[in-house]
């Protein structure tokens, strides 16, 4: 148990110090192509173009680390995500920003997942729950307490800061791997070694997880528009960076604080529920995000925003981190991230044309109607394992 502990910490503050870099940029990159002349679209494509990476890549980083090892994989990402943080800072137009963002999205492709496939190796069995909450902590922590930081840094030094420190923290997760992390045990190595593979095709055609990658897409396409329109809309009346940066920390950290409690209500009780009942207040949430014209107005919506998440998170990633154990934890954690890049691909794109046809607040618009359609599919499919998901015994094929 020591050694599983060790494990998790270094795991954790790794994720947490790219989390971290990653959400200091979060409310400032709006801004930041803006300036570079990017339209509705352009900020769609740039914010796209990270997710559409992730999502051809993550699978096959997957699938591979399943049978060479974690560790490895985690660190050469790292050190390429390392130097990508640089690109923003050199980036002169639209265009190449954009390939920053998908180079970017390649590097990241092959950490924050492998990072989760590891955390699910290394997870008692029962407490599938209580683990990825405490790992799904690092993760809002980081992206809670960067967009702060990110508006902070813009206001008092400039724009590039928040790249150069993004930059730093990157570095810091690499050696956190690097020299605190221990390799792969044998019996973790040869179990993967051994597992039957199976296809990405064979695993949808079992209904609970084509349900819980469906809930996982679309979700993600509805809450794809606040971190990448939220700043814009916030700008028109007059909030500032920093103040942007508190409002997007409110809901993350929130999140983040809340997942180790969920966790463990998760591993007790029906991860099924919990994931119906984060969806309708994720919906809600982002329904009344137009009316909120005011700082205290956007910061009450996006404590809601928080708490949905908090309540479905532990409960999704426990269903996958189980079935993973049956397909290949790093599959199954590549094709729940896949799911969630896939929606953040698309809601950009849409939420790009709808503010520069009809307006920004449709793209709030769009967001809750695609949370109450993912509840929608992700119950249809879900509704025959009510009994069996608790139990752990839900069929691994069709």
Known sequence: MKNIHRRFAALFAAAFAVMLGMGIIVPLMPI???????????????????SLSRLIFMPIMGRISDKKGRKKFIALGLFFYTLLSL???????VYSL???????????????????AYIGDIAPKGKEGRFMGYFNTSFFLGMGLGPFIGGFLNDAFSMNSAFYAMTILATLSLLIIIFALPEESARLLEKAEHKKEI?????????LIKGLVLYRFITAAGRGPLMAFLPIFAAQFKITASQIGFIITSNMLLMSLLQAPFGRIADKYSKIRMIILSGIISGLAL???????????LFFANIFMGLAGAIGMPAATAINAIAGRKHGMASAMGLFSSAMSAGMVIAPLIAGILMDTAGIKYVFYFGAFTSFAGIY???FYAKKYKRVIEEEKYPVTA
């Open 32 to 50: 930041y192509a803006e300036h570079m002349g990017a339209t509705g679209i352009w900020i769609g494509i740039i914010f796209s173009g990270f």
């Open 87 to 93: 690109g923003y800072v050199f980036a002169e137009n």
């Open 199 to 207: 296809s990405f095709k064979k695993l949808l055609n079992n209904d």
């Open 98 to 116: 954009v390939w920053v963002r998908v180079l970017h999205g390649l590097a990241s492709a092959m950490v924050i997942p492998i990072i989760m």
């Open 377 to 379: 599919f992700f119950r």
């Open 287 to 297: 329904f009344i995000m137009p009316f909120m014209k005011t700082f205290s107005g």
